[in-house]
């Protein structure tokens, strides 16, 4: 273990799910971390330092990028992991509602890794910045028109990013999961008028027979931080269980 001791690591979101399964792992690899949420995270790790935030507001990321540069004095790696959804077609979604998944999911996603971008590239040794995309960003999951959109903006701003710095030593990849064991699955199942027979349905038709777990995509994040992935930039990995890789006529 330890493929990232002492390694400046932020991640965004990490108070449940996918962010926290990330942050957990990553101390377990001996990470310094820095997490930034709304609330604050309860299983990240010993030592782990937590500066509440609001992604969608610039002065709030740059506090939090600042906040790991003062603990650590520099920045190795970001995980964007910070994310909302809003369960409606573009018809029944509100003026407010798209402004808070763009402001979240895309906008914070930019507000932090301008941020880090300008750490990095003034420290002089580059970093890793990890973006968790989604499967729907390329593949529409039915009635969540605006959080498809905003993934969709993720995995462009992904690919600007390694293109526009990778001379500065930065990497930046997405990662897109399918469909993960999260509170966030859970609110798409229950738009079903039987969510446990949709969860059924859902796992019937993945290749691998089963939802995906958020420690899936931690592992996933722990190679795109550490030195095994550097030539890894600008792509988006994949991480559904095999579903979107199957023809949709059975």
Not at 66 to 85: I, K, Y
Not at 97 to 126: I, S
Not at 165 to 193: K, M, V
Not at 194 to 210: N, Y
Request: charged residues 20%; proline residues 3%; hydrophobic residues 45%.
């Amino acid at each position: 273990m330890g493929q990232l001791k002492d390694l400046s690591i932020v991640v965004t979101g990490a108070s449940s799910g996918i962010g926290e399964s990330i942050a957990r792992r990553f101390w377990e690899e001996g990470a310094r971390l820095t997490l930034g949420s709304r609330h604050e995270p309860e299983h990240a790790g010993a030592g782990a330092r937590w500066v509440q935030t609001d992604v969608s507001d610039p002065v709030a990321a740059q506090a939090l990028i600042d906040s790991a540069v003062e603990a650590n004095g520099r920045l190795d790696v970001l995980v964007n992991n910070a994310g909302v959804q809003i369960e409606k077609s573009i018809a029944d979604t509100s003026d407010d509602e798209f402004d808070l998944v763009m402001g979240v999911n895309v906008k914070g996603v930019f507000n932090c890794a301008r941020a880090a971008v300008r750490q990095m590239r003034e420290q002089g040794n580059g970093g890793s910045i990890i973006n968790i995309g989604s499967i729907a960003g390329n593949n529409a999951d039915h009635g969540m028109a605006v959080y498809n959109a905003s993934k969709g903006a993720v995995h462009a701003l992904t690919r600007a990013i390694a293109t526009d710095h990778g001379r500065d030593g930065i990497r930046c990849n997405s990662i897109a999961p399918g469909w993960i064991a999260t509170a966030l699955a859970d609110a798409a199942f229950d738009l079903a008028d039987d969510p446990d027979a949709a969860r059924d349905a859902a796992i019937s038709k993945h290749p691998v027979g089963r939802l995906g777990l958020p420690e899936d995509i931690a592992n996933l994040a722990v190679w795109l931080a550490g030195s095994e992935s550097t030539f890894a930039s600008g792509s988006v990995f994949t991480v559904d269980g095999g579903l979107t890789a199957q023809s949709p006529i059975g």
